[in-house]
């Protein structure tokens, strides 16, 4: 079920030079790592997460601050299909969150392209299960996958996009380090970009 190339923007991001990305031959990708936090595992998608996903989609919190509901399953396999894409292309991607101790998938972190936007950035985006809210979890995920980015795809910069009134996911941004650069309209609402650069990475958490 892998996502036909065309379906993946194709540009050059600003942080990360994606077209030579796209051109290298796929027998030179490496494997998609599995992250690994104290509570969490982080693991590329599959097939198979199809049905729990799709709960996850059409629950109204789990999407707070969306374009809303899915309510069709075309469309939690046109997820999967995408991000399972951008792994079998060797791009960063997004991860399935489950927990260590339970055998569960409970959300999303990981990266996301906006160029139809004219977002050159490369975004770290999060959804989680609402049982699990309030106990850490994404900032622990999202530390990982920020990691992740500088230290094994070398990005030059990663940013998220929150809606101002997106108070979990304002804290969330800033317990990863990251800083509001300023304030746009993105999909019809007001969005602060959060960022960091490579260098304040470093600087703040050394080479990795
Ligand atoms: C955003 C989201 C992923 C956060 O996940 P999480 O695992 O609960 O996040 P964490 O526990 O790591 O951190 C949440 C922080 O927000 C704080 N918080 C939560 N609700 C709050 C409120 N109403 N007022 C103030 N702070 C609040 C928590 O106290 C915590 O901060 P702290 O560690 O300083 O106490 C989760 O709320 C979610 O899935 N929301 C719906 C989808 C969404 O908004 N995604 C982001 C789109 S930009």
Known sequence: MAAPVAQIPRRRFACY??????????????????LETERLILRSFRAQDV????????NPDFMRFS??????????????DKVMGWDGVGIPSQFAVVPRDEDA???????????????EDIEIGYRLHPDYWNRGL????????????????KLSRVISLIHPEN????????KNGMQVEKEITFRGFPTLVFGMTREQWLAKYGAR
């Open 167 to 174: 108070i979990p996911s304002r804290r969330v941004a800033e």
């Open 17 to 34: 030079d994606y077209e030579s990305q796209l051109a290298r031959d796929s027998s030179s990708l490496l494997p998609v790592p599995t």
């Open 138 to 153: 994404i900032t622990e995920a999202a530390r990982a996958v920020r990691d992740h980015g500088f230290g094994d795809w």
């Open 67 to 80: 374009l809303g509901v899915f309510t069709e399953r075309k469309q939690t396999i046109a997820f999967i």
């Open 51 to 58: 049905d729990v996903m799709a709960q996850l989609f059409a």
């Open 105 to 119: 998938l409970i959300g999303y972190c990981g990266f996301f392209y906006h160029p139809e936007h004219q977002i």
